[in-house]
């Protein structure tokens, strides 16, 4: 099971899920065990598979730290926090994260775009 720790203490992600915006980026880190490489992959594969076929999901993106780091980075681009929600308060994805190894820890956290004068646009 994996076990869940606030990216931003002062605003979990049960907070985030109350806020209606969007388009959202979910950024994950996860950390684990480095021997659990193989059962963190396969438990999120799961994961991104049944996402991909939820309303709102656009793409998704797993990273792994450089060299003998448990860390990993998973983001995912959604249309809406609101799509979002449904997705993660679903029963049957909430029944799934008892597949991630128990070194698995989780700090998951929704972002908005913004605009940065003569860089990005929003």
């Known amino acids: 099971m994996v076990n869940f720790k606030p990216l931003d203490p002062e605003f979990p992600i049960e907070q985030q899920l109350g806020v209606d915006t969007g388009p959202v ?22 994961d991104a598979l049944w996402m991909k076929k939820q309303p709102g999901y656009i793409s998704t993106q797993m990273h792994k730290a450089v060299g003998d780091s448990g860390m990993y980075l998973n983001y995912a681009i959604w249309d809406s926090v609101a ?27 929704l972002f908005e775009k913004i605009a940065v004068s003569d860089c990005c646009t929003a």
């Open 25 to 46: 980026v979910l950024v994950n880190l996860f950390t684990i065990d480095p021997a659990d490489h193989d059962a963190l992959i396969a438990a999120w594969k799961d």
């Open 83 to 109: 799509d979002f929600r449904v997705a993660f308060s679903n029963p049957e994805f909430k029944e799934a994260l008892s597949h991630y190894p128990s070194s698995a820890v989780t700090a998951p956290h």
